[in-house]
């Protein structure tokens, strides 16, 4: 299914917020599918979401992952939630799993 086109006001919103609001705010801010956005986005030629990670960025995302949920971390760092898992895949992070004992 398809979607409604985007409209010249909503296009304007996409061009001025590009920079500063990650592809999930400008959806959300929309009432849009991420992905609509993240298509227009790439048909415009601005950026999608791409975020260069710094070493101070790297190791708070360490810290952090092991006591709080993905999307606490990707408010923290001010990034997408999406950009949190790529992230975590590629430093090959990993959760410790919690068993249960029966008794």
Not at 5 to 21: G, L, Q
Not at 47 to 74: N, S, V
Request: charged share 35%.
């Amino acid at each position: 299914m398809f979607s409604k086109p985007i409209t010249n006001e909503e296009e304007r919103f996409i061009k001025k917020n590009a920079e500063s609001m990650s592809i999930s705010e400008i959806a959300t801010s929309l009432g849009r599918s991420y992905y609509t956005i993240q298509r227009y986005m790439s048909i415009l030629g601005l950026k999608t979401g791409f975020h260069k990670w710094t070493k101070q960025e790297d190791e708070l995302l360490r810290e952090l992952w092991e006591q709080y949920p993905a999307g606490y971390i990707c408010r923290r760092l001010g990034v997408d939630e999406n950009c949190v898992y790529n992230r975590v895949r590629r430093l090959k992070l990993k959760k410790k799993r919690i068993v249960k004992k029966k008794e």
